[in-house]
């Protein structure tokens, strides 16, 4: 019985571990956000292997699989607004995101291609925000290349955010790929030999008529 109680103890404390383990923010690494005024961004096609594009004011970001380390980027001056969170995989893969500012930690999750969240977030003693973008044990085992972008409310008040939000367009980075359009000109019909035999027959004639009144 006393071993029963013990092994029951110990597979609790294993799936205790797990669960904080995937709670835990795992941000060793915190960069700024850096964000782009929406009159300013550049709305050409950019390919996602291009480390410094910023198509829509999105950035690149890579979660490497095999280093099992999030992604975490700091959102500055998030204190009392709502905060735009969009994403992009390239191609479509499982990824997470969440704030890790406060104890509200609830995630959120994409499947295949586009995710996008307008909500409140926790803001910590500087008014500022760190997002955690990572993987949640249901990813492929391989690396996952998306975009990001943050956008912060430009108002303070809670009903003006909330008409922001809803408002917000829906565009993203791979939306920006466009089809060129060719035109070719239609080649032209090919002359059979009667035809020409007919417009050489026709240039005779013309001649010999002209000959004829220049004779007169």
Known sequence: MKMEYLCNILT???????????????????TTWDPIPEDQYDRDYSSINMANARPLG???GRYIYNDQESICVKVENTE????????????????????????????????????KMCEDFQAGGDG???????????????DVTFWYRFTVCPYTNSNDCEMWCFNR???????????????TEPPAPPISAGSKLGTMLYFHIAALTSLKYNLV
């Open 169 to 183: 367009d829906d565009e993203y980075p791979g939306g920006l790929f466009t089809v060129p359009f060719m035109t």
């Open 58 to 60: 999105f950035k690149v």
């Open 80 to 115: 009392g607004r709502k905060v735009e969170v969009k994403f992009e995989t390239e191609p479509a893969s499982v990824l997470c995101v969440r704030s890790t500012t406060g104890v509200e930690n609830e995630q959120f999750c994409i499947a295949d291609k586009q995710g």
């Open 128 to 142: 500022s925000t760190i997002f955690e973008f990572f993987c949640n044990g249901q990813c492929a085992e391989a």
């Open 12 to 30: 609790l404390s294993i799936i205790l571990a797990l669960i904080l383990k995937d709670v835990a923010a795992v941000c060793n690494n915190v």
